[in-house]
C-alpha cells in the first residue's frame, strides 16, 4: 500500500471537500416543502456553478498536476 504524503496542502483541499459536502447534507434538507424566490435560485444556481468549476478546476490540478486558473474561471470566481 502507498504511504498518501499529508502535506498541509493536501489536508487542506480534503477539508475543504468534507466541508463542504458536510455542510451542503446538512443545509438541502432543510429546503424540504420551501419554495426558493427566482433571486434566491438564480443566486443558488450562479453559486453551484462556482462550486462546479471550482471542483473540476481541483480535479484537473491533482490529475495533471497543474495548478494554474484559466481567465473563465478567475473571471466567474471574481463575480464577473
Given amino acids: 500500500m502507498k504511504k498518501i504524503d499529508r502535506t498541509v496542502e493536501f489536508l487542506d483541499l480534503v477539508t475543504a471537500c468534507r466541508s463542504f459536502v458536510a455542510a451542503a447534507g446538512r443545509t438541502v ?9 427566482e ?8 453559486n453551484v456553478a462556482k462550486a ?3 471542483l473540476d478546476w481541483i480535479e484537473n490540478a491533482v490529475d495533471t498536476g497543474k495548478v494554474d486558473m484559466d481567465d473563465e474561471l478567475a473571471r466567474m470566481l471574481r463575480g464577473q
Fill in 39 to 46: 433571486d434566491e435560485a438564480t443566486i443558488v444556481h450562479q
Fill in 29 to 37: 434538507p432543510c429546503l424540504r416543502d420551501r419554495t426558493l424566490s
Fill in 52 to 54: 462546479r468549476a471550482t
